[in-house]
């Protein structure tokens, strides 16, 4: 898999030269932070051909997310369709943030990594507290979220994190929408 830094991507991009930047993070993060010239297409919802069809393959694309993760499955899913030309910005919009790099900012929300940390602590300590006060099969609950969350570590692939990603807070508003090319 090709990678490139942060600094040598905003050191071309400076240059004048037009990168080809895909963005696979959620609108709402998209909104709140994103590289100049970059389209929004959530990894969620990616459409590797759609991809093919709207960039131009024959020159490199940067994906990026917010620390590498999304990009990197993203990365794969347009390999496997097919587009060589997709490189990983390691890092993300957080590397590319460190280097003090240029962004386009909006307003301010909760990452997704965050809001999974939230929901499942929620989770885990209801099914403890129902599991004590109520009736101990409650406490299924809690080993069911603790068991996802060691499958999301061993397969860096998150259900409850991409499930979260698709809630109408992480959607975003009219500006990430008009910046989404790959979406139907």
């Keep these: 898999m090709k990678t490139i830094d942060p ?3 905003a ?8 990168q080809q930047i895909l963005d696979v993070r959620t609108p709402a993060e998209f909104e709140q932070a994103h590289i100049s010239g970059s389209k ?10 759609q991809i093919i069809r709207n960039f131009d393959t024959a020159k ?3 994906v990026i997310c917010q620390s590498g993760k999304r990009a990197k499955q993203a990365v794969e899913k347009l390999q496997q369709a097919g587009c060589e030309s997709a490189v990983l910005l390691n890092g993300g919009i957080n590397a ?3 280097h003090s790099l240029p962004l386009n900012t909006g307003k301010k929300t909760m990452s997704l990594e965050r809001q999974v940390r939230i929901a499942a602590g929620i989770l885990i300590l ?5 599991g004590f006060y109520q009736h101990p099969l409650w406490h299924l609950l809690s080993a069911f979220v603790g068991a996802g969350l060691t499958f999301a570590g061993i397969t860096d692939s998150c259900a409850m994190g991409m499930l979260i990603a698709k809630m109408p807070w992480n959607r975003g ?5 008009e910046c989404m090319i790959c979406t139907s």
């Design 7 to 9: 600094k040598p991507l």
């Design 11 to 18: 050191e071309s991009n400076q240059n004048g030269q037009a």
């Design 40 to 49: 929004l297409s959530p990894l969620d919802s990616l459409d590797p051909d």
């Design 60 to 62: 490199p694309l940067f």
């Design 96 to 98: 590319w943030s460190e």
């Design 126 to 130: 209801t099914g403890a507290v129902l």
């Design 173 to 177: 508003g009219k500006t990430a929408n």
